[in-house]
């Protein structure tokens, strides 16, 4: 079985977003799958998708509070200025952290570990919905 939607996450604020259940409430066929992998894409150069801590909320925001140190908004280096401060940083954390993740599906859901979770990194002040491609392949029961 192959599935392919575009979902579109609601508009967040600046920061890490756990949207693990968000993601799979838009994708039910996940239940049919016996063995298979999913792919998710954000569409967007500015945010990100990633796997981390799925409990402890003290996590995203230490990811934030460090890349903020990292890559510093309106650093006098950056030439691409053309949407704000926090847009070439933005790139870079997209950059960084990557546009895509792969998780193995099996028995109907995600294999994610115990302490797992799919982050969207929002790394604009105002970044409006995202858009993420999920492409389901696998088996099914």
Same mark, same amino acid.
């Given at each position: 079985? +192959?599935?392919? /939607?575009?979902?579109?996450? /609601?508009?967040?604020?600046?920061? $890490?977003?756990? %949207?693990?259940?968000?993601?799979?409430?838009?994708?039910?066929?996940?239940?049919?799958?016996?063995? =298979?992998?999913?792919? $998710? $894409?954000?569409?967007?150069?500015?945010?990100?998708?990633?796997?981390?801590?799925?409990?402890?909320?003290s %996590?995203?925001?230490?990811?934030? @509070?460090?890349?903020?140190?990292?890559?510093?908004?309106?650093? #006098?280096?950056?030439?691409?200025?053309?949407? =704000?401060?926090?847009?070439?940083?933005?790139?870079?954390? #997209?950059?960084?952290? =990557?546009?895509?993740?792969?998780?193995?599906?099996?028995? =109907?859901?995600?294999?994610?570990? @115990? +302490?797992?979770?799919?982050y969207?990194?929002?790394?604009?002040?105002?970044g409006?919905?995202?858009?993420?491609? #999920? @492409?389901?392949?696998?088996? @099914? $029961?």
């Open positions: 079985m +192959w599935l392919q /939607k575009t979902i579109v996450l /609601k508009s967040r604020s600046r920061g $890490f977003h756990l %949207v693990t259940e968000e993601l799979l409430a838009q994708i039910p066929e996940i239940r049919r799958i016996q063995v =298979g992998l999913a792919h $998710f $894409f954000i569409q967007h150069t500015s945010a990100s998708l990633t796997l981390n801590e799925n409990a402890d909320p %996590v995203r925001r230490d990811l934030e @509070t460090h890349l903020r140190q990292l890559v510093p908004d309106g650093a #006098a280096h950056y030439v691409h200025r053309l949407e =704000g401060p926090d847009d070439m940083p933005a790139h870079i954390k #997209a950059s960084l952290l =990557g546009a895509a993740v792969s998780i193995p599906i099996g028995g =109907g859901g995600l294999q994610l570990g @115990t +302490w797992q979770g799919i969207l990194g929002e790394h604009r002040d105002h409006g919905p995202r858009s993420v491609v #999920a @492409t389901l392949n696998g088996e @099914t $029961f």
